[in-house]
Each structure stands twice: as C-alpha cells, then as structure tokens.
C-alpha cells in the first residue's frame, strides 16, 4: 500500500513538475545556479541568477555552478522522457560539481522511480539538511511528503561487535571490522548478522527492522575450544552406578551362598551327631525341631543366595553394556537468534 502511494505521489510530481510550453522561452544564461523560485521537482529550471550568499553555494565557483546546471538541466530532460537511469547518471555528475538541495531532491525522486528507497531516502535527508529555504513552499512540502512515505519502507540496524569478533557482515556482505559500533540504514524486514574469526564459532543474528525505526544487535565470538562440549544419551553416573550396585548385590549373594553352604555342613555334622541310629524321615518329631529349622535356614541362604548372585550379575552387565553405549558426542551451539520487531533473541542448538 506504501508503495502504491508512494509511485502516485511520484506521478502527481511528475504531473505537477512538467514545464509548460511557451513560444520561444529565453534560455537561462549559463552558469546560473538552481534556483529558489524553480518549478517542482522532478523537473525544475535552472535558476536564473547566481546564488553567491546561499549556505548551499559557498566555495562552489560560478563557473563549476554553469557546469553543475548544464548537467541538471540535462537531467531533467532525460526524466521528462522517462530516461531515469540515464537521467539519475546526469544527477550524480551534476552532484559530483555542486550539492544543490535541487539537484539532490531530483536524484532522490529518479532513485524513487528506480525503486532504489535506500539511496533515495539518504539523498531526501541530505537534500532537506538547509530546510525549506533551498525550496518553493509546494516543492518543499512534495520533499517532506516524499520523506514520510519512504520513511515506513526504510529503517536502521545498529550493530555492535566487541574484541572477540573481527569483522561483520551484513545481509552476507562485509560490513565492518570490530570492536566497534555501526548504524546503518536498510530496508524494514529482516536482516541478518554474521560475526566471524578464525578458531571463533560464528555468530548469526537475525534482526527484524520496523519502518522508521532501529533494531540492535550485539555480536560476540565463542572460542571453539570453550564453545565445544560434550553430551552423553544418558547421565554419566547411571551406567556406572547400575554396575556398581549389580556387582555389591552379586557379591553380597556370593556371601549369602557361602553363609548358608556352612550352615548347611553345620546342619549334616549335627545330623550324624543326633540321629547315629537313625531319624524319622523329614524329622517330624517335635525333639527334632531345632535340627530340621536349621536345615531348611542353610537351603534358603543357599537359593537366596544363588538368587542375588543371578539378579547383581544382571545389572551389572547391563551397566557395563549401558557404559559402552553411552558414547558422548560433540554439541557446538550455534550463535543464531529468533527475530522480533526492533532486535532479537537468542537460542542455541547444532548438533553433530
């Protein structure tokens, strides 16, 4: 919608800006600088006369002004015959003699039809840095209008980068070496960052840039050496203590066999002592009873003790299996960050 507006405010100076025929007009005479009373842009006449007093003419000689004017009266002629690549090279050269706010406004308005609204918005500023004096009032206000409408498709990033880094880019094109901070204006939407050094992970920042205004974003390197770390698919403790509790449950039942294994010869010697002549099978006599519960105690601590022997040996080599599959591997974060209107936030995440 900006837009749109913007190439009818275009055509309504383009309208409005057209030299009305006349028979035979007198030519301006050469050397005459742009003028105050001008037709509006994008094509007005050279000025009649010289400006010498003006803040905009100081130290340019009358006779590199007659030069500049040749080149912007070419200018916009080119313009007028929708010439505007051809007639934006004419602005430069008359630019390049004489920075009058005329000859800026009309290069901003071709970089307009040319659709470039970051030169045209830079040259707009500079065009207006004398205020309305360099301008007829409609002319003037055409320059503000032009400003505002730019102003909602243009914005600026300000980044800033410390010692760690050495040098940035921006949108993939070198910006600046660092530490330092730059602010650059770009168009709204969004931009990204890139930080980089040798043996320094590489930043990537995105920014999102609202018209008019200013997104921040700080760069700062991590070495590889600090930056790398190591991730393991399981916690380190757990393997090792699964084998660690396997092997005291195993050797614990290797005791409780052994514990029962004597109980039981104790119980085979008592057995020879007590019935010499012979016992009722399953020693059932109610005299017997210590004998045959220290019997059926030695049988139990046997198979409790098998039991845990089996059961530690089971967790333990899970343990040991669970050890060598739990092979860390290298987490390198990556520097880069969610936008949001105005900067961004970070996050981290690339695993290899």
């Known amino acids: 919608m900006k837009r749109a507006l913007l190439f009818v405010a275009i055509a309504a100076t383009t309208a409005s800006a057209a030299p009305k025929r006349k028979p035979a007009p007198k030519q301006p005479p050469k050397g005459t600088p742009a003028p105050k009373d001008a037709e509006p842009a994008p094509a007005p006449t050279p000025p009649p006369a010289p400006e010498p007093d003006t803040p905009w003419s100081a130290g340019v000689p009358p006779e590199t002004q007659a030069k500049a004017n040749a080149l912007y009266d070419e200018g916009n002629q080119l313009f007028a015959q929708q010439a505007h690549a051809p007639a934006l090279e004419k602005y430069k050269q008359a630019i390049a003699l004489w920075d009058h706010p005329l000859i800026r406004f009309n290069l901003a308005v071709t970089e307009i039809r040319l659709d470039r609204v970051l030169?045209?918005?830079?040259?707009?500023?500079?065009?207006?840095?004398?205020?309305?004096?360099?301008f007829k009032p409609e002319l003037y206000q055409q320059a503000l209008d032009y400003q505002a409408l730019l102003k909602g498709r243009v914005g600026f990033v300000e980044a800033t980068c410390d010692s760690t880094a050495s040098h940035l880019y921006?949108?993939?094109?070198?910006?600046?070496?660092?530490?330092?901070?730059?602010?650059?204006?770009?168009?709204?939407?969004e931009h990204a960052v890139v930080g980089e050094?040798?043996?320094?992970?590489?930043?990537s920042q995105k920014v999102v840039v609202a018209g008019g205004a200013t997104a921040q974003a700080k760069i700062v390197l991590i070495p590889l050496d600090a930056a790398v770390k190591l991730e393991y698919p399981h916690a380190r403790w757990l393997p090792w203590t699964m084998t660690g509790v396997g092997l005291a449950v195993g050797l614990a039942g290797v005791g409780t066999y052994f514990l029962g294994k004597s109980q039981l010869d104790q119980f085979q010697a008592d057995y020879q002592t007590q019935c010499e002549h012979g016992c009722e099978p399953g020693l059932t006599d109610p005299a017997r009873r210590p004998l045959l519960d220290?019997?059926?105690?030695?049988e139990?601590?046997?198979?409790?003790?098998v039991a845990m022997m089996v059961a530690g040996g089971g967790v333990m080599v899970t343990g040991?299996?669970?050890a060598i599959m739990n092979r860390p591997h290298r987490v390198l974060p990556n520097v880069e960050v969610a936008p949001h209107v105005g900067g961004a936030s970070a996050s981290v995440g690339w695993h290899f």
Request: overall charge positive.
């Open 119 to 134: 030169e045209a918005a830079d040259d707009l500023d500079k065009a207006l840095r004398f205020g309305k004096d360099p």
């Open 170 to 189: 921006l949108d993939g094109k070198p910006w600046f070496d660092c530490p330092g901070t730059k602010k650059q204006r770009i168009t709204a939407g």
């Open 197 to 203: 050094r040798k043996d320094y992970l590489t930043a």
């Open 300 to 305: 139990l601590k046997g198979k409790v003790g």
């Open 294 to 298: 220290e019997q059926n105690g030695a």
């Open 320 to 322: 040991l299996v669970l």
